[in-house]
């Protein structure tokens, strides 16, 4: 039976890790909530998997671990900011800090930041906003990385390109987190580790060659990745990942024609105030029958249920907080040398029943 761990205790102990490593105070204590909610919602790849990555960027210096995003511009409805790589999870929680209110006054309210460092698990925020019946979208890009291929090429132009979306129903929310990309950096990397194969092609060789083997992202010329749809339908995940360029990229004034070394997101963020539209109501009772809908249709062979995004994720994250976080089992491994050069005991597992 595998070990389990106290959510609360997980949240100490990246806390911990994150303040002796030197982040500020609100900053680590942001940082671990996110990271740890990645987890509870099922989301392996981007919860405390990420942590020795930020630890090793707060010791390297390219993530900045004190101040505040710098105010480039604003309206009532609008901001820009600077996070001079400032951790993403705090600068992400204070721009929804930012927009919600506005949003309430407004209708709606956008953020745009460029210099960011990593933002972690989209769908760790959106609950934010659509438990205030409020609806999110977020996005973000990588102006330094080009792994993923535009439909057609054999060579690397952008980064996988997340799009978040969190809408409120009257039951559980719709709760939207995927990328543009058919896999992440980081679903590849972990195959990559366990010297496993992808049951699918969605990878290319340098020479264009598909493939279902991460090493090719490993290997020199490096590989490929297609975007969503894959080598028939990458027309549709291309359309998508040049959407988020423009909204994260090039509406931020920050992106890859400045050529940029280091790494950083570029991120958009919209708040959207129903209440200013077809209202509150009206746009739960819409989506709930949607979402009722897509559920009641009929079924293909072997399918158990039709789930809508973020049900699973919520269930699972439910589930947790009760019997514990299931961690996966790279994770303690990979933060026991840090918790031991930082002084910083481990986590201890949960006692459960047989």
Known sequence: MEPRYDHRSL?????????????????????????????????????????PAYLQSIATSKMTPKGQPKVLKKSATTLLLDANYLPGPFVVRRALDWALPRAKKYGVATVSIRRCHHIACLQAYLRTATDEGLVVLLMCSDPANAVVVPHGGAQGVFSPNPIGA????????????????????????????????????????????????PAVMFSNPTGSILPLGGAEL???????????????????????????????????????????FGGTKEFAKETQFFAQACKKAKQCPGIRKIRLPGEESLARRSEQLKSGVALHFEILPALQPWAKKLAVPLPKSLKRRQ
């Not at 204590?29 to 990420?50: I, M, Q, S």
């Not at 559980?172 to 058919?182: C, E, M």
């Not at 972990?190 to 060789?205: C, G, I, N, P, V």
């Not at 423009?246 to 050529?259: S, V």
């Open 11 to 51: 949240r100490i102990f990246a806390d911990s890790l994150l303040r002796k490593a030197g982040l500020e105070p609100a900053m680590a204590r942001d940082v671990a909530e996110v990271l740890v909610e990645g987890d509870l919602l099922g989301k392996t790849t981007h919860g405390l998997a990420l942590l």
């Open 166 to 213: 969190g809408f409120r129903t009257t039951d559980t929310p719709i709760l939207i987190d995927t990328t543009t990309s058919s896999l992440s950096n980081a679903q590849i990397a972990r195959k990559y580790r366990a010297k496993e194969k992808f049951s699918f092609d969605a990878l290319q060789t340098a020479s264009g060659k598909l493939t279902n083997d």
């Open 234 to 276: 990458g027309h549709k995940g291309f359309a998508l990942s040049i959407i988020v360029e423009a909204l994260t990229n090039a509406l931020g004034g920050h992106g890859r024609a400045k050529k940029p070394a280091r790494w950083g997101a570029s991120v958009w963020l919209q708040i959207i105030n129903p209440a200013f």
